[in-house]
Nanobody
Framework: QVQLVESGGGLVQSGGSLRLSCVASGINLDNYAIGWLRQAPGKEREGVSCFRRPTGSLYYAESVKDRFTFSRDNDKNTVYLHLNNLKPEDTAVYYC?????????????????WGPGTRVTVSS
């Protein structure tokens, strides 16, 4: 059974940093495209970053490029999203998600399994 669990969210001041983690169980993340997505209050869910191991494809949304960094620990079957220079508009629930067809895409529609999310709140 696939399970994804995010952690690391919290309340941080503008300009601060957080590291989000997503631990996978029941699957090997090497066989999936992995996405980080977020949903801000009153807004639609949007892609933040995605990674596809076979090609090394790694994409970021323009709004987070140069501030957020995707990384992974194969031994722990875990991926991370490092959030730096946070802004109030980054406030959202952040999700990790996987796609078995390995489509690395920022569209939420391609992802088939999701974690419950972790909340990030950035104060001004």
């Amino acid at each position: 059974q696939v399970q994804l669990v995010e952690s690391g969210g919290g309340l941080v001041q503008s300009g601060g940093s957080l590291r989000l983690s997503c631990v996978a169980s029941g699957i090997n993340l090497d066989n999936y495209a992995i996405g980080w997505l977020r949903q801000a209050p009153g807004k639609e869910r949007e892609g933040v970053s995605c990674f596809r191991r076979p090609t090394g494809s790694l994409y970021y949304a323009e709004s987070v490029k140069d501030r957020f960094t995707f990384s992974r620990d194969n031994d722990k079957n875990t991926v991370y999203l490092h959030l730096n220079n946070l802004k109030p508009e980054d406030t959202a629930v952040y999700y990790c998600a996987i796609d078995g067809s390995q489509i690395c895409d920022l569209s939420p529609l391609v992802y088939e399994d999701w974690g419950p999310g972790t909340r990030v709140t950035v104060s001004s």
